[in-house]
């Protein structure tokens, strides 16, 4: 994902005034957030795939909502739901690129 075009940030994305965002909501631009019927849970470069993809059905794009989840430990719960309560009768998609293994040392 460092070398994606489509991940690089602006320099003024990371000045003074910024801060990191641990959940990252894109959406088409012309859909308010009534359109939305989606939302698609993901995290990382899949987040990319998934907007090219929209980006080739433009009725299916218009009424989805790809919501990244940038940090995943500590998980922000509180963060995700407040920002799929900007959406009503939203059907929630979780998708991954990878699998997990068995078992998860921390």
């Given amino acids: 994902m460092l ?3 489509q991940a690089k940030s602006k320099l003024e994305d990371m000045g003074p005034n910024s801060s990191f965002k641990p959940i990252i909501t894109t959406k088409h631009e012309g859909s308010g957030n009534g359109d ?11 987040s990319y795939d998934i907007h ?11 009424k989805t909502a790809i919501v990244r989840i940038e940090e995943l430990l500590p998980f922000p719960e509180p963060l995700l739901k407040d920002q799929l309560s900007q959406f009503t009768g939203l059907k929630k998609v979780y998708i991954e690129n990878y699998r997990f293994p068995n078992k998860i040392f921390f």
């Fill in 3 to 5: 070398r994606l075009p």
């Fill in 36 to 46: 939305v019927s989606v939302a698609i849970l993901c995290s990382g470069k899949i």
């Fill in 52 to 62: 090219a993809l929209l980006k080739e059905n433009e009725a299916l794009d218009k």
